[in-house]
């Protein structure tokens, strides 16, 4: 395939512990993913997928094994280029949106991009995910689509390489869920953007253009679907 | 503004209550600091600056008699820059209240611009006319109402005359106005500084052609202590009494140890307060970082880095140091100038200045951020162990331990429920229930010295006249008089009991330290005095050796047994050396005691007497005006209204520091509680789920507070007791012994203030509970 590899993951492991209790979250994944790619990873809670999620977002470090993106091998990154990765490179988007109660919605943007080097216009981005006109309403004043809503573009204006979502529909309604699906589908066409969701939800892998499958920390099945779902189609 | 930033102001709108409570401690604090330093620095300066343009004397050298022509060979002693004879007489004054017993100073002027010790004129004119003319000093003018142009009427050896008052006058050996140090407080109605002109004072009392003082002033740098010892030999055969240094110099001793103790409470008293600030701090943004795991987390996902993060929590603190240090400065700054006025009020300064430091005020925001960098450090130290995809993964639990008191079986069953629950809440986050306590405790401890301080005072009070000293009147002769002075008392008013008594001033020497001291000579088996020794056990008056009060034997460094040599100045009589029977509690002046009949053997000569105690429920005053010879009648009663006037001065700097414990009992028990609240946000609401009503969780954490306010106070007990041990070594001085005895009602008060500040404290927590959104705090996890 003449595609680009943006990511190469190379036989991580991870183990953590939890209170007492001793996880073995991740056992030698392999895989890359192509810039421009919609991947979902699917799984069961507790198959490791987060884990792997966090550590390609340098959010987390491997115990064993190498993550490169654009060559680069984040996993020999210190503190400080982590936290410059984090910065410039990764768009999160999390199950429970995770925005600062006490600034509305274009300051929780304007959080993220005046730190980093070269952001999108942040009006446009409000306008892509259709809450311009809400833009001065404090979280509490925001229904959980529109939370996350605010959660994506706050991942989108910074210009990532990479847009890592865990979970991103776990806390929502069916409807909502696929409204923000189809948000994430569009900014993946309209900016090229890669994107990466994590889910438990098998239908949601209809939409992707890959789906690796997880399960006790090791990735069982890759399946590419050469002509994904549009979102609005998949039902659960 | 950074968007950060924005977060940290909104942060604080919403915990505004919190922020002005611990900003109100550093105010408290920086506001103290600034006031008593600049007001310390002030007096210091002032006084200073007094006794340079009033050229303040050296040394002050008592003598029998010294003619006219000696004092210019004193200039020639190495050393002497200066020498100038003087006469200084007490003796009293008429009112036209018979009743009141009046003493004057007079002293002798030569009214030269360079004198020694010149005199600061503030009101009217030098003396134009020497034979009926004098000059008042202000105290004693504004106590007394004497005007200029009135006249004053002291009587000298018997004969009364009558002085025009021609100016009001201030003088730098009178700044603070106490008679002798045997005399608790300045009475300055009771005594007074007169200045008459050499003439009228050599003819009046005699003494034509010789002075009874010298001042000196020494050539600059040389040691003033080898001078004095130098002058005790050359004067000798002038019949020196004392030499007095600068230094032990009654006013400038006193006025020098009120700025050294400003200075010290200057320091102190902002530490405690900044300490709890910060304590308050640290343990506020640790919980707040705590709390703010997740979006820590988040923003560390965003890309913000440890040092922007930390530096962020940090600008929490540091807007407290800086808001509590400008409003700190400028209340400071307005308070020192009303010290400054209270100075001028207690001592006796005409040209008090007052400059704004800006050292003091630059200091006071350094120190203020120092401490709420620390703490901010303190605080925000967990933000760097905060892993952003570990933080987004809930906490484990903390694990559930049984308390101690759940293994005190038959205790634990019979306390009801809820209180089981108050108990394991309270024991369960451990740093808290210490942090409450400790706070508790400290609020206690600072409403208690206070009234403890007052009963001190109290104490000295007591202790010194009428169970040390038991007679109803102490009379003093102007000089000594044969014993059968006690025949003609006796006629002439109804006496129950007498005693003659001598008291002369010598110097009391061992090894290398000595003091210039009375040394009192009382009847066998006296009955006006109830010596004590450090053990507490009664002692009676040896008939030979000496008893030494505690203050004297401390300060020149004698033991029991040993022997002590007294210099004697009389001519004639030879220095004494004799063994030190017993040292006795005294709580007031140093003093020496010794059998009456010993001390006139050894020291003087037979049957004197320089005074009398009596006991009598006669009009001794009355009875005793016209008899010659006496110069003072000190009564009970007379100390006891001028104790009085003092303790209501004391009741506004007891009301003082009593709102600065309330400020910090207040601050620490809020700010906790409300921690405490939002902390415990999930418990509570999964509390109301369950069908708890507000009142009830309210009262849970009252109960809770409660068992820590009366936990609080019982530490605060020992630990109030604890610091007043410490006070009374730091603060007693060479002239009075504190002894303080807290007294039942001290401890009672002190405990019901602690109570109410802490009730004020829940009241106003109570608001955040009764608003609490439980199905929101369960439902939601916005961070």
């Given amino acids: ?236 | 503004m950074k968007k950060l930033d924005l977060r940290l102001l909104r942060m604080i709108k919403n915990t505004k209550g919190q922020f002005i409570a611990i900003t109100i401690v550093v105010i408290v604090g920086l506001t103290i600091y600034t006031a008593v330093s600049m007001g310390a620095v002030n007096l210091d300066n002032t006084v200073k600056h007094y006794y340079k343009i009033t050229n303040f004397s050296d040394l002050y050298v008592q003598l029998v008699k010294i003619p006219d022509n000696a004092i210019e060979e004193i200039t020639k002693i190495e050393g002497v820059k200066k020498a100038e004879g003087r006469l200084v007489f007490d003796v009293p004054l008429k009112t036209n209240d018979d009743e009141e017993k009046v003493n004057v100073r007079i002293i002798s002027t030569k009214e030269k611009r360079d004198q020694i010790n010149s005199l600061y004129l503030e009101k009217g004119n030098f003396i134009k006319n020497p034979n009926n003319e004098a000059l008042v000093i202000n105290q004693f003018a504004s106590a007394r109402n004497i005007k200029i142009d009135e006249f004053i009427k002291p009587q000298i050896m018997g004969r009364n005359y009558k002085l025009k008052v021609n100016g009001i006058v201030g003088s730098p050996e009178y700044v603070y106005l106490m008679e002798d140090e045997q005399t608790l407080l300045p009475d300055p109605e009771g005594f007074g500084v007169i200045f008459v002109s050499e003439e009228f004072a050599k003819q009046s009392f005699g003494y034509k052609g010789s002075y009874n003082e010298v001042l000196i002033k020494a050539k600059k740098g040389y040691d003033i202590d080898k001078l004095k010892n130098k002058l005790e030999e050359e004067l000798e055969r002038y019949g020196v009494k004392r030499i007095i240094t600068k230094e032990n110099q009654l006013s400038n001793k006193m006025v020098s140890e009120e700025v050294k103790g400003a200075k010290q409470s200057s320091k102190a008293i902002p530490i405690v307060f900044l300490g709890v600030a910060a304590i308050i701090i640290a343990v506020m943004i640790s919980r707040m970082v705590k709390k703010d795991r997740t979006t820590i987390g988040v923003l560390k996902a965003l890309g913000y880095g440890n040092k922007s993060l930390i530096n962020h929590y940090m600008k929490y603190s540091l807007t407290i140091g800086l808001v509590g240090s400008v409003f700190g400065i400028i209340l400071g700054s307005i308070l020192s100038s009303y010290i400054a006025k209270m100075y001028i009020m207690f001592f006796n300064i005409p040209i008090l200045k007052i400059t704004f430091y800006y050292r003091y005020m630059i200091l006071a925001v350094v120190i203020s951020v120092i401490f709420c960098i620390i703490a901010g450090l303190w605080g925000t130290r967990r933000v760097l162990n905060i892993m952003p995809a570990e933080s987004m993964r809930p906490e484990p639990p903390k694990t559930g331990n049984r308390i101690l008191l759940d293994r005190f079986n038959v205790l634990w069953k019979k306390l009801s429920f809820s209180w089981k629950m108050v108990l394991r809440n309270i024991f369960r986050s451990k740093k808290r229930f210490i942090f409450i306590t400790l706070g508790i405790s400290l609020t206690f401890v600072v409403i208690f010295l206070p009234f403890s301080s007052q009963d001190s005072f109290n104490s000295i009070f007591v202790d010194h006249y009428g169970k040390f000293q038991r007679m109803d009147y102490n009379i003093n002769f102007s000089k000594p008089l044969n014993n059968k002075v006690i025949k003609d008392i006796k006629q002439v008013t109804n006496v129950k009991d007498i005693e003659g008594k001598i008291e002369y001033p010598f110097e009391v020497v061992y090894g290398h330290r000595d003091k210039v001291c009375n040394i009192i000579g009382l009847e066998n088996n006296t009955q006006f005095f109830n010596f004590k020794n450090l053990k507490d056990e009664n002692i009676k008056l040896p008939k030979k050796g000496i008893l030494l009060s505690e203050g004297l034997a401390k300060y020149i460094g004698v033991k029991k047994g040993e022997k002590v040599k007294i210099e004697n100045f009389i001519p004639g009589k030879d220095d004494l050396y004799v063994r030190v029977e017993g040292i006795i509690k005294q709580s007031l002046g140093l003093n020496g005691y010794m059998n009456i009949d010993f001390m006139r053997e050894k020291l003087l000569q037979k049957n004197l007497l320089t005074g009398v105690y009596l006991n009598s429920d006669g009009d001794i005053k009355k009875d005793l005006e016209d008899m010659k010879n006496i110069t003072s009648v000190q009564s009970l009663s007379d100390m006891r209204s001028v104790f009085n006037e003092f303790l209501d001065l004391m009741i506004y700097s007891i009301g003082v520091m009593l709102l600065f414990g309330g400020v910090l009992g207040f601050a620490i028990v809020y700010n906790s509680t409300i921690l405490g609240i939002s902390e415990r946000r999930l418990e509570f609401s999964s509390l109301r789920v369950m069908g708890f009503t507000k009142k009830e969780i309210f009262i849970m954490i009252l109960k809770e507070n409660i068992f820590m306010t009366i936990l609080g106070i019982l530490i605060g007990i020992p630990l109030g007791k604890y610091m007043i041990d410490y006070i009374e070594k730091v603060f007693s001085t060479e002239i009075y012994t504190l002894n303080i005895e807290s007294s039942f009602k001290t401890y009672i008060v002190s405990v019901m203030a602690t109570l109410i500040f802490v009730f004020l404290a829940q009241l106003a927590t109570m608001k955040k509970i009764y608003k609490l959104d439980f199905i929101e705090a369960l439902k939601n996890r916005i961070t």
């Fill in chain 1, 1 to 236: 395939m003449g595609k680009e590899i943006l990511i190469s993951v190379k036989d991580i492991s991870k183990e953590y512990k939890m209170g007492e209790v001793k996880v073995k979250a991740l056992k030698n994944a392999t895989f890359d993913i192509f810039k421009g790619e919609f991947v979902v990873i699917l799984g069961p809670s507790g198959s490791g997928k987060s884990t792997l999620l966090n550590i390609i977002g340098g959010m987390d470090t491997p115990t064993k094994g190498k993550v490169f993106i654009n060559n680069n091998e984040i996993t020999a990154f210190d503190e400080k280029k982590l936290t410059l990765y984090r910065r410039n490179e990764i768009g999160f988007v999390f199950q429970f949106y995770n925005l600062m109660s006490n600034l509305t919605a274009i300051e929780n943007i304007e959080l993220a991009t005046e730190i980093c080097k070269d952001s999108l216009n942040i009006e446009n981005i409000l306008k892509d995910v259709g809450l311009y006109d809400r833009k001065g309403h404090f979280p509490s004043q925001m229904s959980g689509g529109e939370q996350q809503r605010v959660a994506i573009a706050r991942a989108v204006a910074k210009n990532p390489l990479l847009l890592l979502c865990d979970e991103p529909t776990g806390a929502l309604d069916y409807e909502t869920g696929v409204s923000i699906l189809s948000l994430l589908n569009n900014i993946n066409k309209k900016y090229n953007k890669t994107v990466v969701i994590i889910t438990h939800n098998s239908a949601i892998g209809n939409i992707a253009d890959r789906v690796l499958h997880m399960r006790s920390g090791e990735i069982i099945d890759t399946e590419i679907n050469e002509n994904p779902t549009d979102p609005e189609r998949i039902e659960w």
